[in-house]
């Protein structure tokens, strides 16, 4: 991001805020000037980096604003060198996770210890408050907790007894337990798995996955890019399966920002979220994974470890693939063996696919008949209907006739074909080829039953003459149609009300000759000033209908009133979920509506 390049080569951790463009090993001597022989692991948050050695404890360096680094920040802003950080516990730290500003630890003896960014809750202190220095969860104290993970802004932690308990922000259903989707949940709480257990839990920057005991994987929260792999790109607010992989059996997974990826018992590595920027290494971006993809350039190079960022992934391989491709050019077998996972990955994604569009259909026809209070009226009326019939209290009447038919379709006018259209929801077949046929090619019978629409037309000549007639015995009304005519106004108020409504224009004319002949009356406002008076009046009309300010639009964004990171990533303006395809349920109920009553 602009405006955090000194942010970004403070993770280096070299003693300089110079861009380093290649790997440079660290020396091992933090800034106290202790020698550490041993890096255990390393954990990673947006712009602070934590470390643990052999000895259980921790080196940070990097960005110290929310106190993430564990030393207060009015003391320490930031940090170019790694320093060790007080550990007033005295215990030995054996598994740590980092989120964007905050960091949870996990002890010896099983107790986990917070700090940094608290307003999201994912800190599990009971508050929204930043904490500057290690503090234990107290609503953790007594479990036995095996594993950590940490999101952009909530937190998991595994127990040993297989219990997943979440907190932290809860927007988009990242936390799997909070029907509402903007609570922040400032205490760890459990996940129902429906009696699964969880072995290991992954968190990304709003959604969140768990490994059962059983090799499943469950999935939850944001789901904008597909990330969940569900097949759709609808959020989750409460653990799913992934049912790609009830025929793959998975031992690890990790979470990017927008993307996923899994390692197979076999060493393979599937892929599937956003690839808009080639973070999947799917071959192929922009584009959008909603189901897991076999990551088919690395085939032949067993995969043990994978990292992903926001919009990159590190992959550990035993071998590189221009070993693997100098293999596939000497052995057949191989080659063959390369070709069989490719296409037996995308049988069996395609399946999946089928089979999950198959269960929505489904629930939607089902949720349809069950809520659909019009449907169970239209089966009461036909129950009712047939009763009837049964009892001889009501009889069939006959259809009616192609002739009757077109004749309606004629007379529709400009409209004809849309009549067609929406004839083949109450007609069968035949009749409707009738009806077109009658239509085209009249026969005399038909352009009798035609001629009848020339009878409505004559009534409104008779109109006319009534309107005549009246006006000749009411001299008022004449000399308000003299002075409406003299100032050129023929849509005025006064011809819409006493003229044909169809030509209030040619109505003014006629009427205006069937008065007596008397001079016609001078429009006291001279014409060209009329026009202009009238063009202001429309001008002003407009100008007061026009919105005074304009529309919003996504050109332009306005910067956050706070240079919180976390907060600012909230403001993401995310594409819309699309809209499943309802037409085809929509045209068959469209057809029961009109057909059923006449069973």
Not at 3 to 20: K, S
Not at 345 to 357: G, S
Not at 510 to 528: N, R
Request: glycine share 8%; net charge positive; aromatic share 6%.
């Amino acid at each position: 991001m602009a405006g955090e390049v000194p942010h970004l080569t403070e993770f280096a951790g070299l003693g300089t805020l110079r861009p380093v463009a290649k790997p440079e090993v660290w020396n091992g001597i933090d800034i106290d000037g202790r020698l550490h022989s041993k890096l255990m692991d390393v954990a990673c948050g947006a712009a602070h980096t934590v470390v643990i050695t052999d000895d259980g404890e921790l080196l940070t360096w990097g960005d110290n604003d929310s106190g993430q680094l564990g030393v207060p920040p009015k003391q320490v802003q930031s940090l170019v060198l790694p320093k060790l950080l007080p550990w007033p516990l005295g215990h030995k730290v054996i598994h740590m996770a980092c989120g964007l500003k905050h960091t949870l630890a996990l002890l010896d003896t099983g107790a986990v210890v917070s700090w940094g960014y608290g307003k999201s809750g994912a800190l599990g202190h009971g508050n929204r408050e930043n904490v500057d220095s290690p503090r234990e969860v107290l609503s953790l104290r007594g479990m036995s907790v095996f594993q950590v993970a940490c999101g952009d802004m909530h937190s998991a932690v595994v127990l040993n007894s297989g219990e997943l308990i979440t907190a932290g922000w809860s927007e988009n259903g990242r936390l799997g337990r909070v029907k509402s989707l903007d609570v922040c949940g400032c205490t760890f709480e459990r996940v129902d798995l429906k009696g699964k257990l969880c072995s290991w839990v992954a968190c990304g920057g709003a959604h969140t996955m768990c490994l059962t005991d059983q090799y499943e994987v469950f999935a939850f929260g944001a789901n904008t890019f597909g990330q969940l792999g569900v097949g759709d790109c609808r959020d989750r607010a409460y653990p799913v399966e992934v049912v790609f992989f009830r025929n793959v059996r998975v031992h690890h997974v990790v979470l990017g920002k927008f993307h996923s990826m899994a390692i197979s018992d076999d060493r393979l590595l599937y892929a599937w979220g956003n690839g808009e920027q080639g973070q999947c290494g799917l071959g192929a971006f922009p584009h959008i994974y909603m189901l897991p993809h076999l990551v088919t350039s690395i085939l032949g190079c067993p995969v043990f470890q994978v990292a992903a960022g926001d919009a990159f992934t590190l992959i550990l391989t035993s071998n590189t693939p221009a070993s693997v491709k100098e293999l596939a050019g000497r052995d057949e077998h191989w080659r063959l063996r390369q070709q069989h996972l490719i296409t037996t990955d995308k049988a069996h994604r395609e399946a999946v696919q089928k089979n999950l569009e198959n269960k929505s259909q489904e629930k939607f026809h089902a949720t349809l008949h069950a809520n659909n209070s019009f449907l169970a009226v239209l089966q009461k009326l036909h129950q009712s209907s047939n009763l009837a019939l049964a009892n001889g209290a009501i009889k069939l009447t006959a259809p009616p006739s192609p002739d009757t038919i077109a004749a309606a379709v004629m007379r529709s006018g400009l409209c004809r074909q849309r009549s067609l259209e929406k004839l083949q929801f109450v007609v069968d077949a035949s009749t409707l080829a009738q009806v077109h046929d009658r239509i085209h090619s009249p026969c005399p019978s038909f352009a009798t039953s035609v001629g009848n629409h020339h009878v409505h037309k004559t009534s409104t000549h008779d109109h006319v003459r009534t309107t005549k007639s009246i006006l000749a015995q009411s001299p008022s009304l004449q000399r308000a149609l003299k002075s409406a005519a003299s100032l050129q106004r023929p849509r005025s108020g006064l011809a819409a009300c006493v003229g044909s409504p169809r030509r209030p224009q040619q109505t003014i004319q006629v009427i205006a000759t069937a008065t007596p002949s008397t001079p016609a009356a001078t429009s006291p406002t001279v014409k060209p000033q009329w026009l202009l008076q009238q063009r202001q009046v429309t001008r002003l009309r407009l100008a007061s209908q026009r919105p005074r300010t304009p529309p919003p639009t996504y050109t332009t964004v306005d910067e956050p009133e706070s240079n919180n990171v976390s907060e600012v990533l909230e403001q993401r303006i995310r594409p819309p979920s699309p809209p499943p395809d309802y037409n085809a349920s929509v045209v068959a109920l469209l057809g029961l509506q009109c057909i059923q009553p006449a069973l």
